[in-house]
């Protein structure tokens, strides 16, 4: 059975479904152009993948700006967060605790370490 034959016969199903007359499907129906070809090689599986490749990047651009924005990982690999650098103090902890400690232990001149004058 050929291509022909075959498209005729579902053509009179496609009738017989519907209701309608046999006899306006003849077997020497004109065969596709070269547009309708054209349309269904090229233009469909065309626009298919435009469909899908818009759907799939408006997806990513949705995820990228509600929730992968915010995340800390995405933000350091991408640059997206300045590092907060907090100025060294000019005393610190330690040399603070040392300062105090002497601080206590030092004397003044004059003075021994029980409180009396020096004679």
Request: proline residues 7%; contains cysteine; charged residues 15%.
């Amino acid at each position: 059975m050929s291509i022909h034959q075959t498209l005729s016969c579902l053509k009179w199903l496609l009738a017989c479904v519907d209701g309608m007359e046999v006899s306006s499907f003849s077997p020497s129906s004109p065969s596709p152009s070269l547009w309708d070809y054209l349309g269904l090689l090229i233009l469909r599986p065309a626009l298919a993948i435009l469909f899908v490749t818009s759907f799939i990047s408006i997806g990513w651009f949705l995820a990228w700006k509600l929730v992968l924005v915010h995340v800390p990982l995405v933000q350091e690999i991408f640059g997206l967060r300045k590092k907060l650098t907090k100025p060294k103090p000019l005393t610190r902890r330690i040399s603070r605790i040392y300062n105090t400690i002497d601080a206590r232990n030092s004397t003044p001149a004059g003075i021994n370490s029980s409180g009396l004058a020096e004679d």
